[in-house]
């Protein structure tokens, strides 16, 4: 356990008294360079936490091998390989420490799944416990990350699980925390740094890694542009069918229009909606339609007007989620300076939300 800031600062008191001088003070964590003419690199640190449990104590096959689920090894390398490329290699993710734990995690109401069990429940689809959610709190002190986020030594947690292990896709937690499709984690606050929680599934691919990213991504620059209403209607247009009347768009927003809420003016769309999408997860829709997605990456000189053109589906990938997701991710602005008061480098927003006030 860590000691509490009260305590640091008498014993930092006492040492003076003992020794002279002015009393050491703790280094604080590394702050990111006013928004200029230069461009900086961000280079995340990681904890990673693969849940992967023996499940056959015969033959001592861990959960993954059991299942024949992905190997969370090949899944980091692909999923920091693609965000490194999708930001121009602006975002080199660096993994500090790995473990794995012979253990799945506790839920919010102190129930831990047998291993045996676990496996029946997901290979039947039936029986899964109610509440799904897990205990973050306990897999942060199990792990003492508060304290340990507080010293520097790592900008985010990696949790790797299966189905009905109840992470969210991604939360953020220490003071200040707010919603990033998920969370906020209570009982943080006496952390000074926020910091996300990344919730992976090993047993998808790096596609559904990167739409994580991508929600995460959505809900950090809704906040920054105070588009919380405007995002949540793209996703559930019957809440307020009027959302699109007579509003004057800020970037963001004009970044995630798609033909089906503007007819004729598609920019890049959602995570969910490609420029022509009818529907949820619809990447793969052959309908031809007018879009200046490709506008985005000569950002901040958008050209005026628009330079719309029928776009193929075959630009995103056909299909394709994890084609999808980079494509919609590489256009998200990663540029240096400022435009309408806020860092057209959108990257700083979501990969570190400290930077977001």
Not at 142 to 152: D, E, H, M, S, Y
């Amino acid at each position: 356990m860590s000691q509490s800031p009260s305590f640091l600062s008498a014993f930092f008191d006492f040492l003076a008294r003992l020794f002279g001088g002015s009393p050491p003070q703790p280094t604080p964590p590394p702050q990111p360079p006013p928004d200029s003419g230069i461009l900086t690199p961000l280079q995340p640190r990681v904890f990673v936490i693969v849940h992967n449990p023996v499940v056959d104590t015969v033959t001592g096959k861990k959960l993954v091998e059991a299942m024949n689920w992905n190997d969370p090894n090949q899944l980091i390398a692909g999923y920091i390989a693609d965000v490194d490329e999708c930001s121009g290699g602006l975002v080199k993710y660096q993994v500090t420490q790995k473990i794995e734990v012979d253990e799945l995690p506790v839920k919010v109401d102190g129930f831990r799944y047998a291993p045996q069990q676990y496996v029946q429940v997901a290979r039947t689809n039936t029986g899964a416990h109610d509440p799904d959610a897990v205990d973050y709190l306990a897999i942060l002190r199990k792990f003492n990350i508060l304290p340990r986020v507080t010293a520097g030594e790592f900008d985010e947690v990696w949790l790797f699980g299966g189905p009905y292990f109840g992470f969210w896709e991604s939360a953020m937690a220490g003071a200040g925390a707010f919603f990033c499709n998920g969370g906020p984690i209570a009982n943080t606050a006496q952390c000074p740094r926020k910091f996300v929680v990344m919730g992976f599934n090993y047993q998808r691919g790096a596609g559904e890694m990167l739409e994580d990213l991508g929600h995460r991504a959505e809900s950090i620059l809704a906040r920054v542009f105070h588009s919380e209403d405007f995002l949540a209607w793209t996703y559930d247009r019957e809440r307020n069918p009027n959302a699109m009347s007579n509003r004057q768009l800020n970037l963001f927003e004009r970044y995630l229009l798609f033909d089906q809420i503007a007819p004729g003016k598609s920019n890049v769309g959602t995570v969910h909606y490609a420029p022509n999408s009818q529907s949820d997860y619809e990447w793969d829709n052959a309908t031809l339609v007018p879009s200046c997605a490709d506008d985005w990456l000569q950002f901040p000189d958008l050209p005026s007007p628009p330079n719309f053109r029928l776009m193929p589906a075959t630009e995103w990938g056909n299909g394709d989620s994890r084609a999808h997701h980079k494509w919609w991710l590489t256009r998200l602005p990663k540029v240096a300076g400022t435009t309408n008061n806020i860092a057209s480098n959108w990257w700083k927003y979501f990969v570190d939300p400290n930077n977001v006030k």
